[in-house]
């Protein structure tokens, strides 16, 4: 077909050989600092890896951050694209400045937060000062119990826009007369959300919970700018993890092999909210 | 509500007074809930924009000015002036103690020239995201051939590759063809983020066109590209304004690659250089958070002037099914 070859062999190009090719490069013992010795060591990589309490602490880390987040972002969504569905004055308005997060850079979203999490002149520190919340300027980040929360933070507000920007498509598209006749049929203001909102939003949680899930279990940005995976292993997560193996240890192979579990776990993960959430794409 | 009973109860209780007073409960609550999510959105970045316009004194003030006391346009100009004489700092302009973190970098000369960067990798991607795209599009959504549920699937699957398993081969392959460094090295593994999503959007839009169309511009005589040509672009321009939109901005975002692939001013993008300066820590805070809202404004403002569309193109990719 000759309108789909252009698509297939970018993708092909772009996609699936460098899938391919790191799932090669996975079984060999590829270390740059070493560059002429690749010997192919099989599973080595991967059985490695399960020994590894560095890498298990990043899955455990990576898992509580999506944890957090999709769940914060999806109830935030929630409540706000119930609210945007109201016919109220400002509705517009509003609609529009809730896209300000959305388009701004990651880069500069973590570049933001690390100015207001700053602990000599930060916006969290002078307000919660202000208002008497604490009595010193805190230093948030480099609090181990604190970090990923307030990265989680971050990655909420910037994620919230789009996930209530789905749900609010998924709203839109409920037929008035459903509510009509639920009202009929006597059902109370909880009831029809219960039994009418809720069931058509399934789609669109779907997509959420794919999307940001994906999202949240890939995220660096912030981590590279906030952290750097810090303080101590407080932060390092299995994307940095990735990261710093490859491009700080140049450790290819293992590198590779880490970035194709986490596909392969990504992958699983959508395919279980398809399954569990919708009938198809 | 429309249980109650029509004609006047005999007791005491005034239905009509109550709906009304239920009415006004929930105008508040609406509003109230308005004003919170308003102030939970803008107010990040109003203190960024705020502390871009203060002076260095300023800005590490205690608490916090929320609202410049004396603002001030240095920091900005002090961006689009970098590079044009000697290194500027505010130390030689205001001769305070360079320690205090009153620093204009180096590079703040390149900031410029990164953006132009990233506005010509996003433009480049937009455009061949759109050629290669669309024609995909309109086969899956129009044209019966076997394979055709097989190639939904593959795209999609293309899709939910995390980023960070392509850095590694995306790499060794650049490497190998002398790529690094260069704005192709960019497109070419944008379009690997971007493409899937593009036909994605466009697969289920051209889907909600009647079959019709296509058939009668066949029976006028068109070819099946003529077809695609002049009569389905015409009608999905909300789908491919979104499109456009996604693809911009994911372009002008975009991080991770960008800092695996670039290393000199020649390649750089605005958010490789943004993050380069939040290394530095003698930097200057003012300079920094000016640097970071021009980074903001382009890709806030194009959504801004687009935003009708993305509910629209949202709307075509979403609730079918």
């Not at chain 1, 805190?138 to 910037?158: E, P, R, Y």
């Not at chain 1, 826009?161 to 109370?188: C, E, F, H, N």
């Not at chain 2, 994605?200 to 839009?205: P, S």
């Not at chain 2, 009708?308 to 990719?317: D, F, M």
């Amino acid at each position: 077909m000759l309108f789909l070859a252009p698509v297939m062999a970018v993708l092909g190009a772009v996609a699936v050989f460098p899938i391919a090719y790191s799932l090669y490069i996975s079984f060999f013992s590829m270390k740059l600092t070493r560059p002429n010795r690749t010997p192919f060591v099989g599973l080595k990589n991967y059985t490695d890896l399960l020994g590894d309490e560095a890498f298990w602490g990043a899955v455990w880390r990576t898992v509580s951050f999506s944890l957090v987040s999709v769940t914060a972002i999806a109830l935030i969504a929630l409540l706000v694209s119930l609210l945007l569905n109201q016919e109220f004055r400002g509705r517009r308005i509003l609609s529009t400045i809730l896209l300000v997060p959305w388009a701004i850079p990651y880069v500069a979203n973590a570049l933001m937060w690390k100015w207001i999490y700053d602990s000599s002149y930060g916006a969290l520190n002078g307000l919660l000062y202000q208002l008497d919340f604490i009595d010193k300027y805190m230093v948030w980040l480099g609090d181990q119990d604190k970090t990923l929360f307030l990265i989680a933070n971050a990655f909420v507000w910037k994620e919230v826009p789009l996930a209530t920007i789905l749900l609010l498509v998924s709203l839109k598209s409920i037929p008035s007369d459903l509510y009509a006749a639920a009202r009929v049929d006597g059902a109370t203001v909880w009831q029809r959300f219960v039994h009418v909102t809720l069931p058509a939003m399934k789609p669109g949680f779907m997509l959420v919970m794919i999307y940001e899930t994906m999202m949240a279990i890939r995220h660096f940005d912030l981590f590279f700018i906030l952290t750097e995976g810090g303080p101590g292993s407080a932060s390092h997560v299995l994307s940095w993890h990735i990261y710093v193996e490859t491009f700080r240890n140049l450790s290819f192979g293992s590198g590779a092999a880490m970035s194709y579990l986490l596909a392969i776990a990504t992958f699983a993960l959508s395919y279980l909210f398809i399954r569990t959430l919708g009938r198809k794409i | 509500m429309s249980d109650m009973p029509i004609t006047p109860p005999v007791d005491t209780i005034d239905y009509r007074r109550r709906q009304k007073i239920g009415r006004i409960v929930q105008r508040l609550v609406i509003f109230a809930s308005a004003i919170v999510v308003a102030a939970y959105v803008l107010a990040p970045v109003s203190w960024l924009v705020s502390s871009a316009f203060q002076t260095e004194t300023e800005i590490v003030s205690i608490p916090p000015h929320w609202i410049p006391e004396e603002p001030t346009l240095r920091n900005f100009e002090a961006i689009f002036t970098a590079g044009n004489d000697e290194p500027v700092t505010y130390d030689t302009r205001s001769g305070t103690d360079p320690a205090a973190g009153d620093f204009i970098p180096s590079t703040a000369e390149n900031l410029l020239p990164s953006m132009a960067n990233s506005l010509i990798v996003a433009t480049l991607v937009v455009i061949l995201n759109l050629l290669v795209g669309v024609p995909a599009a309109y086969a899956i959504a129009k044209i019966r051939f076997w394979g055709r549920n097989a190639s939904v699937y593959f795209i999609l699957i293309t899709r939910v590759i995390p980023d960070i398993a392509l850095v590694v081969p995306f790499f060794l392959v650049i490497r190998k063809l002398g790529m690094l460094d260069t704005l192709g090295s960019l497109v070419i593994t944008y379009l690997a983020i971007t493409v899937p999503f593009t036909v994605f959007i466009l697969i289920q839009y051209f889907e909600g066109l009647p079959d019709e169309l296509d058939k009668a511009a066949r029976v006028d005589g068109c070819s099946r590209f003529q077809a695609l040509i002049k009569v389905f672009l015409p009608l999905s321009m909300p789908s491919l304004v979104a499109v456009v939109l996604f693809t911009f901005l994911t372009s002008w975002n975009e991080f991770l690659l960008a800092l695996m692939f670039t290393q000199t001013s020649a390649s750089q993008t605005l958010p490789i250089l943004l993050a380069s300066f939040t290394s530095d820590f003698t930097v200057s805070f003012s300079f920094l958070n000016a640097a970071g809202v021009l980074a903001v404004v382009p890709p806030v403002i194009v959504a801004i002037v687009f935003e009708r569309y993305i509910v629209s193109g949202l709307t075509a990719g979403a609730v079918k099914g």
